[in-house]
């Protein structure tokens, strides 16, 4: 039986560049904990909305 082909995708040229900038843009960030607690809570009522669909 054959293997299921994964498709993997790769960044080249400006958008690889752009995705790198952008990950070092986001590490400088400052992070407090209220900021996090409320990312937390966003995500517990987004992931509790997709359990009831």
Do not use: H, W
């Not at 790198?20 to 992070?31: F, H, V």
């Not at 607690?37 to 669909?53: C, G």
Request: charged share 35%; proline share 6%.
């Amino acid at each position: 039986m054959a293997k299921p082909i994964k498709i993997t995708p790769t960044l080249k040229g400006k958008d690889a560049a752009r995705f790198l900038k952008q990950i070092e843009a986001n590490k400088s960030i400052p992070k407090d904990n209220a900021r996090l607690e409320q990312i937390r809570k966003d995500a517990s009522i987004l992931n509790s909305l997709f359990k009831k669909v």
